[in-house]
Antibody
């Protein structure tokens, strides 16, 4: 079954670190660029980060640049988001999503998300 | 950055109604506009890509239109399963994508 499953969410203190994972099933993970998208409580969807199919050329939203790092291990079909110097405003559900080049880069597969709670 | 403005931000409708949501881009994006349905606790679902192409498996009561800066999502014959929040997304500047603010469709 084609799906993405996120893990690694939890409670983190302001200034702390957390690493999220996203494991892919049912498609050739190494062929596709992958995205992180978050939704803070009561807010809409916000793009966070992108990694190219080969793990090179990563891009970040201004709100997380310099603090978050995305990477991937194609041998493990897994995408990562390393979150450092976490802020209160980073609290959200974090989704990973697959880009679809044949559909003008629309996100055709999404995970259900993992919660990040920021609290001292 | 390309901004997307959705309207309305919320609406109330009845089963069987026809509903239209609009999305306006701050600059021309050709047809690089997608629509998603999102329910609480679930993965967002791609409905429409490239402004008007129906994603595989999505009911035909969903349709999209527009190009350039103005786009629409129409749901004909609204069904109970359609009550959700809908987002537009531009991928003209992919991977630097942006989403609209969302439209919550509620039961009247």
């Amino acid at each position: 079954q084609v799906q993405l499953v996120e893990s690694g969410g939890g409670v983190v203190q302001p200034g702390g670190s957390l690493r999220l994972s996203c494991t892919a099933f049912g498609f050739t993970f190494s062929d596709y660029g992958m995205y992180w998208v978050r939704q803070a409580p009561g807010q809409g969807l916000e793009w966070v980060a992108f990694t190219r199919f080969d793990g090179n050329n990563n891009f970040y939203a201004n709100s997380v640049k310099g603090r978050f790092t995305t990477s991937r291990d194609n041998s493990r079909n897994t995408l990562y988001l390393q979150m450092n110097n976490v802020r209160l405003e980073d609290a959200a559900v974090y989704h990973c999503a697959k880009g679809s080049p044949g559909q003008l880069s629309a996100f055709d597969i999404w995970g259900q998300g993992t919660w990040v709670i920021v609290s001292s | 950055d390309i901004q997307l403005t959705q309207s309305p931000s919320s609406l109330s409708a009845s089963v069987g109604d026809r509903v239209t949501i609009t999305c306006r881009a701050s600059q021309t994006i050709s047809n690089y506009l997608n629509w998603y349905q999102h329910k609480p606790g679930k993965a967002p679902k791609l409905l429409i890509y490239a402004a008007s192409s129906l994603q595989s498996g999505v009911p035909s009561r969903f349709s999209g239109g527009g190009s350039g800066t103005d786009f629409t999502l129409t749901i004909a014959n609204l069904q109970p399963d359609d009550f959700a929040t809908y987002y537009c997304q531009q991928t003209y500047r992919a991977p630097l994508v942006t989403f609209g603010g969302g439209t919550k469709v509620e039961i009247k």
